[in-house]
């Protein structure tokens, strides 16, 4: 059963905790803070969040 959460955000939950994923052969990590797919040179380290967005 999908959780609410990955539902309400229409991303499932291996790639919503994954370290990375290849979208259009960009590296991405899922944004917990916007809920979406951001460049994973945008985070800090294994941060769920983007650096700019705090």
């Known amino acids: 059963k999908i959780q609410p ?3 309400r955000h229409l991303v499932c939950q291996s790639h ?7 979208i259009d ?4 990590r ?4 916007c809920a979406k797919f951001e ?6 380290g ?7 967005k705090v």
């Open 5 to 7: 959460y990955f539902k």
């Open 16 to 22: 919503a905790v994954s370290a990375a994923v290849l």
């Open 25 to 28: 052969n960009v590296e991405m």
């Open 30 to 33: 899922f944004c917990q803070q």
């Open 39 to 44: 460049r994973l040179a945008a985070f800090d």
């Open 46 to 52: 294994g941060n769920r969040y983007a650096k700019e």
